[in-house]
């Protein structure tokens, strides 16, 4: 019993009492940038193999050069060889018809030209010296020359494409039936290195994501 006048210690107050923890609001946790792809945004054009997004058509990307790789190297040497030799042929045959249509427009460009510049000259001798006309005529005289000139240079041009052409086919299939092995390994390490490099950016897109330019 505490003596009278005695002053009381205060009251201490019980400490508040902590909820429990089920009682706390719940924070959902952020998933990292790369796996949350309803909150950020990704690069444009980004169909990674981890986004959900990913369907089956986009696999065609980079299925369908694995197949065509796959179908050319299942190929015979002679039988891609003849293949690309056909189609260096056609080649040739279509670029010799466009140059003989060149040349053949330019000849006549200068059958017009020189037909008007001799009716020029006649209209000057029948109707006297008209100096307008004069002039006229030596103009038309220098295209006419100029025009027979650039025929010519694309005969010369046709000739050499032509030569040319032949000696590209001849080295074509020379090079696909003798050294096809080695073009096609280097072909395939090509595209293996491109593929990694490929699959490399797709999963590094996703890092990419968290950067300030795409957050």
């Known amino acids: ?34 796996m949350d792809f309803k909150t950020t945004p990704l690069p444009l054009g980004y169909e990674g193999f981890d986004n959900p997004n990913f369907g089956v058509w986009h696999g065609c990307y980079w299925v369908l050069p694995v197949f065509f790789g796959l179908f050319l190297s ?7 060889g ?8 056609l080649l040739f045959v279509v670029c010799c018809c466009l ?23 006649v209209c000057c001798l029948l109707f006297g010296g008209c100096w ?10 220098v295209v006419c020359c100029l025009l027979f000139l650039s025929f010519v240079v694309c005969c010369l041009l046709f000739v050499v494409c032509c030569c040319l052409l032949v000696v590209v086919c001849c080295l074509l299939s020379f090079l696909c039936c003798s050294l096809f092995p080695c073009l096609l390994f280097v072909c395939c390490l090509l ?6 490099f490929c699959l490399l950016i797709f999963r590094r897109l996703p890092d990419l994501a968290s950067f300030p330019p795409f957050s």
């Open 191 to 196: 595209f293996v290195v491109c593929c990694l």
């Open 74 to 80: 299942a190929l015979p040497p002679s039988v891609l």
């Open 132 to 141: 307008l006309l004069f002039v006229v005529c030596c103009l038309l005289f």
């Open 99 to 121: 140059l003989f249509v060149v040349c053949c427009l330019l000849f006549v460009v200068c059958c017009l030209v020189f037909v008007v510049g001799c009716l020029l000259v």
């Open 82 to 89: 003849c293949w690309l030799f056909v189609v260096c042929c």
């Open 1 to 34: 019993m505490p003596l009278a006048g005695a002053r009381m210690p205060p009251r201490q107050s019980a400490p508040p009492e902590c909820p429990p923890r089920d009682a706390l609001p719940s924070r959902p946790m952020r998933k990292p940038a790369s």
